[in-house]
């Protein structure tokens, strides 16, 4: 079994900038493509950003492409989201999601395990 644990939300004024991490342990941690997510209420689990288990390959929402990058430090068994020029918009449960057998998902249906989510608030 592997445990996720996200961190790093807050509120944020729009402009301004987060990082999330996601903390991982229980599992080998380089064998799984990882994800971030996100759900403001009332709404579905939307896709954020994908990396691959090497990192070599990474997938954005086109809503964040240019404003998000997603990183990942196998040694530390974390992968982070550093959010800049954020919008009211980007507010949601942010959560990060591990992926067994493809090389990289878009797909919150096909990933093995979720963290419980960290909080980002954004006010305008």
């Known amino acids: 079994q592997v445990q996720l644990v996200e961190s790093g939300g807050g509120l944020v004024q729009a402009g301004g900038s987060l990082r999330l991490s996601c903390a991982a342990s229980g599992g080998t941690f380089s064998s799984y493509s990882m994800g971030w997510f996100r759900q403001a209420p009332g709404k579905e689990r939307d896709f954020v950003a994908a990396?691959?288990?090497?990192?070599?390959?990474?997938s954005y929402a086109d809503s964040v492409k240019g404003r998000f990058t997603i990183s990942r430090d196998n040694a530390k068994n974390t992968v982070y989201l550093q959010m800049n020029s954020l919008i009211p918009e980007d507010t949601a449960v942010y959560s990060c999601?591990?992926?067994?057998?493809?090389?990289?998902?878009?797909?919150?249906?096909?990933?093995?395990?979720w963290g419980q989510g960290t909080q980002v608030t954004v006010s305008s």
């Open positions: 999601g591990a992926e067994l057998r493809r090389p990289i998902s878009r797909v919150p249906g096909e990933y093995d395990y």
């Open positions: 990396i691959s288990r090497t990192g070599s390959i990474t």
